[in-house]
């Protein structure tokens, strides 16, 4: 039996957005102080959730974390979806999140 259009796989996808004058600003000025940068911590997430908003249908995804000195986010939505915000306004790359292991073995 196939998953429902509502209960299909969810991955976590990394989201990288375009070049944004506000953010650069933003990001250049927040060493100065901690206000700028709490100013840039909430106009990144604003923005991220803006665009998941107008982008995909309420309730089918999960946004992780915005990362501030990227410009970037992390979200957990399906394969489809991913191929919509790749095609969205003010997105430059979304990819797959991918599992690194490390081993810990050493060889002597």
């Known amino acids: 039996m196939g998953l ?6 969810t991955e976590v996808f990394l989201v990288l957005m375009e070049f944004d004058e506000e953010y650069e600003r933003l ?11 709490r ?6 997430s604003n923005k991220h959730d ?8 309420p309730g089918s995804y999960k ?7 990227i410009d970037g986010f992390a ?3 399906t394969a489809d979806q991913a191929d919509v ?13 991918q599992e690194l292991k490390v081993s810990m073995s050493s060889s002597s």
């Open 75 to 77: 979200v957990e939505i």
């Open 4 to 9: 429902s259009r509502t209960a299909r796989a």
């Open 85 to 97: 915000l790749r095609s969205a306004d003010g997105v430059r790359v979304v990819e797959k999140d």
């Open 50 to 57: 803006t665009l998941l908003q107008r982008t995909l249908e």
């Open 63 to 69: 946004k992780r974390f915005s990362w501030v000195i």
């Open 39 to 44: 100013e840039l911590e909430i106009y990144v």
């Open 27 to 37: 990001k250049a000025d927040r060493s100065c102080c901690r206000r700028t940068a």
